[in-house]
């Protein structure tokens, strides 16, 4: 089965500061890879995906990442982030008709 | 469009008590399913359905049933509560089976064993 590496589990920056967070899955094939951002006290909302073409994925909020299958990796990139960033942001691999997430990367951003 | 509902949105039990946590969705969405978020372990996979009448274990099946006999519901029940159980637990639906459309997540019910 499928699993998910998150390697950051604690980040803080101070806003304008660039941002990237690991995020490795287990095995390779056909990977359909999510990130995920929950602001602190709401539920979890997409922020990109990755299901096949152009490697470099652009989702919203000024966000991006890079599938590198050679790396088994799907990091997230921001090059300069806000205060209103901060929230735990979660890496999701599909595994057949699962969706399994990693543990989360808690990221505060400080004024 | 009210999207993905849970009810409660807190509860408190005593070990052993029962209770059902409540999902429902108007997308007519075929796949739902039950997460639970534990700090520093993520949100783990408790059961999901590809559709009415066909529910299966994931990762952490253990001490929680569910049951799909709507498109619309899928309650998640605790038969025998324990302190192990305490969480945040998430409902989530998507429109087409297995998870290549995004997710919509519910806004979750906190839940307490005492």
């Known amino acids: 089965a499928q699993s998910v590496s998150q390697h950051n589990h604690h980040v803080i920056l101070s806003e304008a500061a660039s941002l990237e967070l690991g995020c490795n899955y287990s095995?390779?094939?056909?990977?359909?890879l999510f990130w995920y951002v929950q602001y602190p006290g709401q539920h979890l909302q997409l922020l990109l995906k990755?299901?096949?073409?152009?490697?470099l994925v652009k989702g919203i909020k000024g966000f991006e990442a890079e599938f590198i299958k050679s790396k088994f990796s799907f990091n997230l990139r921001k090059p300069s982030v806000q205060w209103s960033d901060t929230a735990e942001y979660f890496c999701a691999v599909k595994d057949t008709d699962k969706l399994i997430f990693g543990t989360g990367t808690r990221l505060q951003v400080f004024p | 469009n009210a999207g993905v509902t849970q009810t409660p949105k807190f509860q408190v039990l005593k070990t052993g008590q029962s209770m059902t946590l409540q999902c429902a969705q108007d997308?007519?969405?075929?796949?739902m399913s039950w997460y639970r978020q534990d700090p520093g372990m993520g949100l783990r996979l408790i059961h999901y359905?590809?559709?009415?009448?066909?529910?299966d274990q994931g990762e952490v099946p253990n001490g929680y049933n569910v049951s799909r006999s709507t498109t619309e519901d899928f309650p998640l029940r605790l038969l025998s509560a324990a302190p192990s159980q305490t969480s945040v637990y998430f409902c989530?639906?998507?429109?087409?089976?297995?998870?290549?459309?995004?997710?919509?997540f519910g806004d979750g019910t906190r839940l307490s064993i005492l």
């Open positions: 989530a639906s998507s429109p087409l089976l297995g998870s290549n459309q995004p997710q919509h």
């Open positions: 990755y299901f096949s073409g152009d490697p």
């Open positions: 359905s590809v559709g009415a009448g066909i529910t």
């Open positions: 997308m007519n969405h075929e796949y």
């Open positions: 095995y390779g094939g056909t990977v359909n």
